[in-house]
């Protein structure tokens, strides 16, 4: 039997373990997920409102304590994991405040006689496969919409951070909601297959790779169950000529850096405009430099360990293969020595096709650099790739922006900004970045039932 176990990636210790639940357990618990259901979707939306706006007060509350969870399970910066926490809480309100109206009755306008009318209503448990880097983030982007509609859940959180998906878990009871109306499980993919194809269960949204996803889409659509992805990117980050590079640089930066590059929505690939190239990456590799990893518990610190060995073993594999190829590291480029899993801030230039880095996905701090000469070679250049989530485009000429943004096959695109997430802001890719929507209305919408009711004769 498999475990979940908190390891602090910035020394190595072990701070606890957890077992796997067994198949009588889950088939224990997908029955009282169904049992909610009944009585949570009865519940009036009001009353369903008025308990996500709680979960919202309680992040809130409990800021300091939920992030200091993130910095032990993943590393990340207190900062950014308290920044984390704050974003969480806007989401919940968000769905608080606005559920309604987006639940709303919509009439249609039709050709024959009497009414047509559709509704916005749920459609039973769903489970949930969310992924380590935002561990509260991720879970609230598909629970906030779901529990407001009034779909119950079922959540197999990451290994790696079992005491985060508790708290989840803890959050939402202390805030009133039903025991059963959101359950933790530590389940193994075994499980989470098993879960899926159950005919209680209704749904299945998953936010990770691309080979998680793909086994999960295959068991949800073997059983016709409606399936959200949100899987990986490697997203473009475009700099024409008539940008501000100082802007640009410092954008860069952060947009890579950010989290400690551990982000689908991370700018990994800089394509740069020939003319400007020289100066944009002085100021960006100095930017760069700039952020040293440290100790994750500091306030002060911007970059801290990778959540994992494995992780950073991951990178460096893409890093050694490129620079065994002929890429150059203009920073880093070495795996540091030490029980922590950090990884310094890393530049490459002069990757090719026949390079992983090329193709494959950098989950860490490392940039890919390119040298373009035409407005359509960084198009072309920014498509090819078999991700398409967010992008971005650095320039003055709006009409060039908006070239790009068409252009861009990305389900994302920014002008002058890197990707940044919002409750109000849809999320979601395309190609092998996944499918779905998370987030705004569209998040509420995937995993509905939008009900015709049809009365020909207009009788009220």
Known sequence: MGVYTTIDPANGQEF??????????????IGSSANAYRTWRATDLEQRSLALGRVAELYREQSHELAKLLTLEMGKPIAQAQGEVELVASIYQYYADHAAEFMQDETLDIAGSGTAVVRTEPIGPLVGVMPWNYPYYQVARFAAPNIALGNTIILKHARNCPQSALAIER??????????VYRNAFVSSAQVAAAVADQRVQGVSLTGSEKAGSAVAEVAGRHLKKCVLELGGSDPFIV?????????AAAAVVGRLGNGGQACTASKRFLVDDSVYDEFVTKFVDGMAGWLPDDPTSPETKLGP???????EEVDELVQDALSRGAEALLGGNRPEGVGAYYP??????????????????????????????LDEAIDLANDSP???SSSVFTSDPDKAGRVAEELETGMVWINGTSKTAPDLPF????GSGFGRELAKFGLNEFANKKLVRNPKGMK
């Not at 606890?16 to 618990?29: K, M, T």
């Not at 940008?243 to 640009?248: E, Q």
């Open 387 to 389: 991700f398409g989530l």
């Open 240 to 248: 024409l000529e008539d940008a501000d590079i100082d802007i640009a």
């Open 428 to 431: 979601g890719g395309v190609k």
């Open 345 to 374: 801030p890393t530049v490459l230039a002069g990757v090719t096709r026949e390079m992983r880095a090329f193709r494959e996905e950098l989950f860490g701090p490392v940039a890919v650099l390119y040298r373009t000469r035409s």
């Open 16 to 29: 606890a373990r957890y077992p796997e639940i067994s198949d009588d357990e889950l088939d224990v618990l």
């Open 306 to 312: 990778l959540a994992s060995h494995a992780g950073v």
């Open 171 to 180: 959050v939402f009871l202390e805030a009133g909601l039903p025991t059963d």
